[in-house]
């Protein structure tokens, strides 16, 4: 019946339909209507194939003839579906009459999905055969005896590959004259049903000569009713191995020639009674070879450590451990002793290296030295590692004390500014006290900022002629608030010195010093000058602070030092640790580390150009050296301010 027009599709068991152009449904019965969900609408059904399956279907239907296609549902085709296919194979029938395919499917899934598992054990076997570190194949019965398998290593062998040695004759892999001498093994193995095993010498197509060992197995089972199947081969690579063995032949005749000629002593022994020694050993022991002879190898050796020596020997086994011998005067001398059997001139005998190892305990000593050296810089490493969680820990409450003030302030502001009158006075102090919070949180975020940039390397010394008064002015200007705020008088000394250096770098050195000096003064007055020593100009910062104990003036120069609480907690934060640490780190910048002060104050040396105008003469390397502070005699004259 090819008018679908007569196909009663409703009443039709299975699956079937009328497909038109773009595959639109014509015509189907129930179960393909409930199976695809489309019987609202019947112009959707082909979403519910996958794409592939979609396209191959409407490139089929497009072309007025017959055809066969095995198509895959998506996973949301059988949503909901009591019966749900995967796979279904669709045989489609050009009908002329009216012009559209009358389409029958069938479900293939159990068909595919084994289809599917085979291919993919069949792929598992192969990589399991490719992997494997010997050489499989399997070749038909006579009289042609062709390659059905072989995996890639047995291919290559004989310069094939998996694919192109399919179908050769065995004759014309292995040659007339090695296939006779491979026969009769061939034959043992179709008689008995047993794997036989055999070594076979052949050349591969590089030229190699390979020594193998071959095991062949009949190809027919023992109910196989006499059908000859012909043979696998499971062929392995023992060349390495024959070599080896052919070279542990050689060693024993080399042992016997090299030993006299050796360094180190050899000793062999036959139940722990001397057998023989090299010269080596004799004069490790200091012994002639004839007085050695026939004595207990345990008479050489101390008592404690006699049981281990005892213990390798009884076992036979190969062993290397730590000792020490006797010599001819009783003296000890360390050894390591190399334990071995081995066969000589055709007797078992156990073999010892003694190797003296005076050096080596010395060498020991001294890597221990070291060790113990590393272990005190990873104990530093550690406790700096504790000492910038601290830091962390003490910089995000620093950063939050200005915050919190200021907020403190903006609140106050805003009740000022709902007031009906507010005082100038009150007005002025709030900004003040802004302004301090202000500058404190700047303070600090500039420090961690030069710490960072420090440790990123991110600072480039550029240096240029700089003039010192400049820098000084500078420095008045920063601190001259501040130190009017706490009552302390600044001195700031004018110079007409010019210094070849980075003015920035330099600069930072400065304000950290100065820095410190006000910080920890609580009354008294600041120096701050520079002089011409020689070749350079000194910078010096003098205060009448705290000091510093003789015992940490090289501490201080750490990340994160203090020198626990000082009066300057009283006026102002404690600070991080962190300035004298951007200080030292900040000179080495500069080509010349900071050192402790042996004198209480502070010190800059910089090179000192001496055509301070012009240059072209002023790029000689830089020197600074810092060195910390306390107050003495100040230098030249002071620009006084209070």
């Known amino acids: 019946m090819r008018n679908p027009s007569l196909i009663p599709w409703e009443l039709l068991p299975g699956l079937g339909a009328a497909l038109g152009p773009g595959a639109a449904l014509l015509h189907a019965p129930l179960a393909f209507r409930e199976l695809h969900q489309s019987a609202e609408c019947p112009e959707k059904w082909t979403e519910l194939l996958s794409d592939p399956s979609r396209l191959e279907l409407l490139a089929r239907l497009n072309r007025q003839e017959d055809f066969e296609a095995t198509l895959h549902l998506s996973e949301r085709s059988s949503a909901g579906a009591s019966f749900r296919p995967t796979w279904l194979t669709c045989k489609g029938y050009w009908m002329p009459e009216s012009g559209h395919h009358a389409c029958y499917f069938a479900d293939t899934t159990a068909i595919e999905l084994a289809r599917v598992e085979a291919q993919t054990l069949a792929e598992r076997i192969r990589l399991i055969f490719k992997h494997l570190p010997v050489m499989v194949a399997h070749f038909g019965p006579p009289p042609q005896n062709r390659c059905e398998f072989a995996n890639q290593r047995f291919a290559e062998l004989f310069g094939f590959d998996e694919q192109t040695i399919i179908g050769t004759p065995a004759l014309d892999l292995i040659g007339a004259d090695l296939r006779a001498a491979v026969v009769p093994f061939l034959r043992r193995a179709r008689e008995e049903h047993v794997p036989v095993t055999f ?25 196989d009713a006499g059908t000859d199947k012909g043979f696998f081969y499971l062929i392995t690579d023992i060349t390495e191995r024959y070599r080896a063995e052919f070279a542990l032949r050689e060693s024993e005749d080399r042992l016997s020639r090299f030993m006299n000629a050796s360094e180190e002593g050899v000793v062999f022994h036959r139940d722990g009674l001397i057998t023989d020694a090299n010269p080596a050993a004799s004069r490790l022991f200091e012994t002639p070879l004839h007085m050695l002879l026939g004595r207990s190898v345990l008479e050489l050796i101390p008592p404690e450590y006699r049981a281990r020596a005892a213990s390798v020997i009884a076992s036979g086994a190969d062993a290397s451990y730590e000792s020490e011998v006797f010599n001819v005067h009783g003296e000890r001398i360390p050894v390591e002793i190399i334990g071995r059997s081995m066969m000589r001139n055709g007797e078992r005998l156990r073999m010892a290296v003694v190797r003296d190892i005076r050096d080596r305990r010395e060498a020991q000593a001294r890597i221990h030295e070291l060790i113990e050296g590393l272990r005190s810089e990873k104990d530093k490493a550690e406790a700096a590692d504790r000492a910038k969680s601290v830091f962390l820990a003490a910089a995000s409450h620093d950063l939050r004390q200005p915050i919190h003030a200021l907020s403190l302030f903006l609140t106050a502001l805003r009740s000022m500014s709902q007031a009906r009158s507010v005082r100038t006075s009150d007005l002025a102090e709030i900004c003040r006290r802004m302004q301090a919070s202000l500058d404190g949180l700047g303070q600090l975020l500039n420090m961690l900022l030069d710490v960072s940039r420090l440790d990123a390397n991110a600072v480039q010394v550029e240096r240029a002629p700089t003039s010192a008064q400049r820098l000084l002015e ?40 100065v820095s410190n000096a006000v910080r920890y003064t609580s009354r008294g007055r600041v120096l701050i000058g520079c002089r011409l020593r020689g070749p350079e100009v000194e910078f010096q910062v003098w205060d009448s602070g705290i000091g510093i104990p003789q015992e940490q003036r090289e501490a201080i120069f750490e990340e994160f030092f203090q020198i626990g609480q000082t009066p300057a907690a009283r006026h102002e934060a404690h600070g991080l640790g962190l300035g004298l640490s951007i200080v030292k780190r900040s000179a080495l910048l500069l080509h010349a580390p900071p050192g402790p002060a042996l004198h209480p104050r502070a010190r800059l040396h910089v090179q000192h150009p001496r055509a301070s105008l012009r240059a072209s003469r002023a790029h000689r390397p830089a020197h600074i050296r810092a060195l910390l502070p306390a107050l003495r005699r100040p230098p030249g004259r002071a620009r006084h301010r209070r």
């Open 199 to 223: 070594p076979c010498e052949l050349t591969s197509v590089a030229g190699d000569a390979l020594r193998l060992e071959v095991t062949v197995t009949s190809a027919r089972g023992v109910n």
């Open 474 to 513: 500078d420095l008045d200007q920063d601190f001259h608030q501040l130190a009017t705020e706490k009552g302390l008088q600044l001195h700031v000394c004018s110079s007409r010195l010019w210094v070849d250096t980075d003015p920035t770098v330099l600069r930072r050195i400065l304000v950290n010093l």
